[in-house]
């Protein structure tokens, strides 16, 4: 979770979360640098379960210290989980990018 916060917050984004944490069906909420959009996140340690609520998901990969991020409507209604090894031609280092398509 706190790569994933790093991360967004190096390129700009604010990082909040939810209220109720353990109820919420996402982990994060990034706020854009124009302070414009808000996106729901999911995060996981190369793994992380699906939701119909998370706008994205932020994939951490121990084996290079990265994360990656991959958007929700790049991810098919019966995937259970999104990971490295699974969407890695979706995945982006960027979130811009992988909202947008």
């Known amino acids: 979770m706190s790569q994933v916060i790093q991360d967004l917050m190096v390129?700009?984004?604010?990082?909040?979360t939810p209220?109720?944490?353990t109820d919420a069906p996402f982990?994060?909420?990034a706020v854009s640098p124009d302070m414009?959009?808000?996106i729901r996140i999911r995060v996981g340690y190369g793994i992380a379960d699906t939701t119909p609520y998370a706008d994205a998901y932020a994939i951490y990969?121990?084996?290079?210290?990265?994360v990656h991020y991959v958007s929700a409507a790049q991810v098919?209604?019966?995937d259970r989980c999104?990971?490295?090894d699974t969407h890695i031609t979706a995945m982006n280092s960027k979130i811009e990018a992988a909202i947008v398509a």
């Open 11 to 16: 390129t700009g984004w604010c990082v909040c």
């Open 36 to 38: 414009m959009r808000l």
């Open 27 to 29: 982990d994060l909420i």
């Open 19 to 21: 209220y109720l944490v």
């Open 82 to 84: 999104v990971g490295l």
């Open 76 to 78: 098919q209604p019966t």
């Open 61 to 66: 990969n121990p084996a290079d210290k990265s």
